[in-house]
């Protein structure tokens, strides 16, 4: 396995990540996101009409650092160049769920429930392979 896939795939043992989308003008929006590893792609959960999945509709190219829950990083954070699609698929976001539940647990559990009480505009999946 090379590096670069070898440091994407330790990304998804991170609690968070920050997930930096690319803007039209070439300008890096950081956000930080809860990921999980779902065989050699790791997976993010998003608004289907969020900024992060429109810069994904003209730019693939995402990089992701470990993060904290501020989207803080650390001087010296591993930095992973990788390609990034959303996927609204059913099979995918259920897939999804699953596996966000199974490392977030009761905290995932009580998002979507208030995002479901919220009524909150659908949610897509962000799958991000090594480019």
Same mark, same amino acid.
């Given at each position: 396995?090379?590096?670069?896939?070898?440091?994407?795939?330790?990304?998804?043992?991170?609690?968070?990540?920050?997930?930096?989308?690319?803007?039209?003008?070439?300008?890096?929006?950081?956000?930080?996101?809860?990921?999980?590893?779902?065989?050699?792609? &790791? !997976?993010?959960?998003?608004?289907?009409?969020?900024? $992060?999945?429109? #810069?994904?509709?003209?730019?693939? @190219? =995402?990089?992701?650092?470990?993060?904290?829950?501020?989207?803080?990083?650390?001087?010296?954070?591993?930095?992973?160049?990788?390609?990034?699609?959303?996927?609204?698929?059913?099979?995918?976001?259920?897939?999804?769920?699953?596996?966000?539940?199974?490392?977030?647990? &009761? !905290?995932?559990?009580?998002?979507?429930?208030?995002? $479901?009480?919220? #009524?909150?505009?659908?949610?897509? @999946? =962000?799958?991000?392979?090594?480019?």
């Amino acid at each position: 396995m090379a590096d670069t896939e070898a440091t994407l795939h330790a990304m998804g043992d991170e609690h968070y990540i920050q997930l930096t989308t690319f803007r039209k003008n070439g300008d890096a929006v950081g956000t930080a996101v809860w990921v999980v590893r779902d065989a050699d792609r &790791l !997976l993010v959960t998003t608004g289907a009409d969020s900024g $992060k999945v429109k #810069r994904l509709h003209h730019t693939l @190219a =995402v990089e992701l650092r470990p993060c904290d829950r501020a989207g803080k990083v650390v001087d010296g954070a591993p930095l992973v160049m990788a390609i990034a699609r959303d996927d609204p698929s059913e099979a995918t976001r259920e897939r999804l769920d699953e596996l966000l539940l199974a490392k977030y647990g &009761l !905290l995932y559990r009580a998002i979507r429930a208030a995002q $479901k009480l919220r #009524r909150s505009s659908a949610s897509t @999946a =962000v799958v991000i392979t090594a480019d």
